[in-house]
């Protein structure tokens, strides 16, 4: 068994235009996998990434759409791996969160979960073989005040995690949630670029000091490939000590 092989395999990795999406994207391919790089915002800015990933195809997909997972399966078909990255934060105290802010949170980051495992695991059980990785955070563990649904749904999504990890075990699919903790983004180097705003972030870390988004790729591709086929129902915090 070649460990770390993905030949032939084929992934999608959600939010791959950037961040650690698309650090978890590059490495898969690199490995043989024939990569979907997937975001939401622009098709162009999908094209853009993709074409720094070999043989890699874009596709756009807003995952606030209901429908997302129809359109997902119509552009990508039949998976092995799916990698569900994607997501969205709003910042603001828990009093103000209005409906629709509830609904946008959730609808990204769950409810586009449930979709697209209930659109692509069903074959992946029938051929037996299939990898989930879910991306959680640091947040499940340490919630930032100012984030309350995010915390929420990733906490929901690892419940998932544990649910589906124990159902779909014995047809070959795993099912790992890997939780980042202050990796340094798009989303956050506008912050992390204000030096008194990342010194008390860092005074929270151990390592005291931002991860790259190439530190998430590693674990994802041991999830991702045969080298991860017994581990299933899981999680791995890779977050400098930062939740300790
Ligand atoms: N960075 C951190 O410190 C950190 C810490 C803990 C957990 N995480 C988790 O790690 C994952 C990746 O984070 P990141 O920092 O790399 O994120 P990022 O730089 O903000 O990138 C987010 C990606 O998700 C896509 N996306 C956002 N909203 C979407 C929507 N409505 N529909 C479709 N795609 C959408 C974006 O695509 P477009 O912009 O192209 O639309 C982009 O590719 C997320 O699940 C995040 O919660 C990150």
């Given amino acids: 068994m ?6 032939g395999k084929h992934a999608l990795v959600t939010g791959s235009t950037q961040g650690i999406g698309f650090a978890i994207a590059k490495v898969l391919a690199e490995h043989g996998a024939k ?7 622009s098709l162009e800015k999908c094209e853009k990434a993709a074409a720094q990933i070999p043989g890699a195809q874009a596709v756009l997909a807003p995952l606030d759409d209901h429908n997302c997972a129809d359109t997902l399966y119509a552009a990508t078909g039949t998976l092995d791996i799916l990698v569900l990255n994607a997501s969205v934060q709003i910042r603001k105290p828990w009093q103000e969160i209005t409906e629709e802010e509830y609904d946008k949170v959730l609808d990204v980051n769950l409810r586009s979960t449930l979709t697209l495992i209930q659109k692509y695991a069903p074959e992946m059980q029938a051929r037996h073989w299939g990898r989930i990785l879910c991306v959680g955070s640091v947040q499940e563990f340490r919630p930032h005040k100012d984030m309350l649904m995010y915390a929420a749904g990733k906490c929901a999504m690892q ?9 779909l075990a014995p047809d070959g699919v795993t099912i790992n949630n890997l939780c980042p903790g202050v990796i340094d983004t798009p989303r956050n180097s506008g912050a992390l670029a204000d030096p008194e705003y990342a010194k008390q972030v860092y005074a929270g870390i151990p390592m005291a000091y931002a991860g790259i988004p190439e530190d998430c790729a590693g674990a994802a591709l041991l999830f991702c490939s045969d080298a991860g086929r017994y581990i299933t129902g899981g999680e791995l915090v890779i977050d400098g000590g930062m939740q300790l």
Wanted: no cysteine; glycine share 14%.
């Fill in 159 to 167: 419940s998932m995690v544990r649910n589906l990890g124990k159902q």
């Fill in 35 to 41: 990569v979907f790089v997937h975001g939401g915002t």
């Fill in 2 to 7: 070649e460990l770390f092989d993905l030949t």
